[in-house]
């Protein structure tokens, strides 16, 4: 008897101790109710969605590579694309689109980046600007800085491919190329010499990755390509409409300056999703089932083409799957016809 007491006693503490309660309380699956990131089982996180109580809520991406190989064209997979991917909240009077920062984002699985360069000060920045000029209260960081952050993403992760969208307004010139070159990216540099056109598909993966051309990197200035050989984005890839007006429910319109999405000599969609105003409390609504609606209106406003970069504002903000789950989706429905990419 005593025994028993003396098991039940250390059962009790045991119970109550708070590393037991931090053990018992890591078990919540998706959808439950939380106060911690810690509170969720691994892969989710802890997320409040405008006046709700928070919930786990996925927290990283499904990689396809692992799930269905590496060995399919390119253009052939989706990718989770932060949209000014460099706004990260902390700094005052600034418009934050983010709340991680670039080594987190890519750590959780994005694998495209969109960013604003800029000339301030002799050198390149990123700012989220107005004018076409970066100002002391609009800019964020000096080019460099996230440029070596990516190069060492690349070094750690030599399977791994990733995408800039820059929206481009450095005039110095090379001042672009100065900047990949000085951070190290150089060395994994797709060229744009090996960018299919009229349609055809990109090269195989597996075969990016063998020969270390795992940086791809697209250019809002026309002018680039033929004086830095950085690729002229709308030769490549047709987007819809961003902001407010891309946004509507049951419309996807193509983006001004692109081609029609319904234009199959560019090989790579890219869908944008996300408010002219960026208000993370509220982004969960549009980053899951609205999200997933977008992807499939914009699947058939794009000719029957599923979107390879979907682009979203504080990606980890959503509603149970998420940005993941739509990523999920599109790969399935890419690489196997699927609802999900774990069915292929």
């Known amino acids: 008897m005593a025994s028993f007491k003396f098991f039940f006693v250390v059962t009790i503490l045991v119970m109550f101790h708070p590393a ?20 969720c089982n691994v892969g989710l996180g802890c997320y409040k969605c405008g006046i709700e109580v928070a919930r786990c809520v996925r927290s990283n991406i ?37 709340e991680d920062t670039i080594v987190q984002q890519l750590n959780s699985g994005v694998r495209a980046l969109m960013l604003d360069t800029y000339d301030y000060q002799g050198d390149v920045w990123l700012c989220h600007s107005f004018d076409e000029k970066c100002f002391e209260l609009t800019k964020f960081n000096r080019a460099i800085d996230t440029f070596t952050e990516i190069f060492a993403f690349l070094t750690v992760n030599p399977l791994e491919i990733v995408t800039l969208f820059l929206v481009d307004y450095v005039k110095s010139p090379n001042g672009l190329t100065k900047v990949f070159t000085d951070s190290g990216l150089k060395k994994f540099w797709f060229p744009v010499k090996n960018m299919p056109l009229g349609g055809q598909d990109w090269p195989l993966v597996k075969d990016m990755v063998a020969n270390n051309q795992r940086l ?79 992807i499939k209106t914009c699947y058939l ?26 990523v999920d989706i599109l790969n399935g429905k890419l690489l196997c016809r699927r609802d999900d990419v774990h069915a292929c």
């Not at 309660?21 to 810690?38: A, K, R, Y």
């Not at 949209?83 to 009077?93: D, L, W």
């Not at 004086?227 to 709308?234: F, M, N, R, S, V």
Request: include cysteine.
């Open 216 to 294: 791809i990197v697209f250019t809002s200035a026309e002018s680039k390509q033929n004086t830095e050989g950085i690729a002229y984005q709308l030769k490549y890839v047709v987007e819809n409409q961003y902001g407010d007006d891309g946004v509507k429910p049951g419309e996807c319109s193509n983006r001004g300056e692109s081609a029609l999405l319904t234009n199959k000599n560019k090989a790579l969609v890219l869908v944008n999703h996300f408010k002219t105003v960026p208000v993370k409390i509220l982004t969960c609504e549009d980053n899951f089932e609205q999200l997933v609606d977008m």
């Open 62 to 98: 499904t990689y396809p590579f692992s799930v269905v190989n590496n060995s399919m064209p390119f253009n052939k997979y989706a990718f989770l694309t932060t949209h000014n991917s460099f706004a990260i909240e902390g700094k005052p009077f600034h418009v934050a689109t983010q």
């Open 301 to 326: 406003a794009a000719g029957n083409r599923w979107t390879n970069y979907v682009a979203v504002n504080f990606y980890k903000r959503s509603i149970e799957g998420g940005t993941f789950q739509a």
């Open 20 to 39: 037991a309660i931090s053990f018992v309380s890591s078990s919540l699956e998706l959808g439950d109710q939380c106060s911690l990131d810690e509170d």
